[in-house]
């Protein structure tokens, strides 16, 4: 969990670098410190709990940190999400941050079908207001993250091989 929550935050640092938006880029960045701050709490309690073993209050304590990393990293994907559809600049030539823009852009590739699609099938009722019932929800970061799996991953293979996991490596 620890390992996956810096993957995250490496992710939404190259993204605030990225973001032509100030405000999501402070955003995000005030997102990745806070989920850095609890990835490393969380490290410190998993470190205790292994010696402590079976202590009641570290258990709860280690369930209570992982429930905040959880929820840090989807405060992340949020922001990401913001930055995405504001815009972002030209990656650099690093290969992380190239595939960083291609996740993100295969992400508004789907989120712009989806409004596409039901602005032409757009059922309304009497008084013009959509149906929710039928309507579909828009596609989000998470959910892209949760359909891939990391056999199926249309990311670019790098040129060079590179030492250690990179950001799009790991199953966010």
Known sequence: ??????????????????????????????????????????????????????????????????????????????????????GLGQPSADPEEEEVAAFCQQWRKKLTQHRAKEALNSNRDELGLRKTREAKAEPTLMSLVQEQTPQSRNIPKHPKPRKGPTVMDRHL
């Open 1 to 86: 969990m620890v390992s996956d929550g810096q993957v995250v935050v490496k992710f939404g640092n190259i993204l605030a670098k990225q973001c032509l938006d100030q405000r999501c880029s402070m955003e995000l960045l005030r997102a990745t410190e806070h989920t850095q701050s609890i990835s490393s709490q969380l490290s410190i309690v998993a470190r205790v709990k292994a010696v402590t073993r079976e202590s009641k209050a570290s258990s709860e304590l280690l369930l209570s940190n992982v429930q905040n990393l959880l929820q840090a990293i989807q405060h992340i994907l949020r922001a990401a999400e913001a930055a995405c559809v504001k």
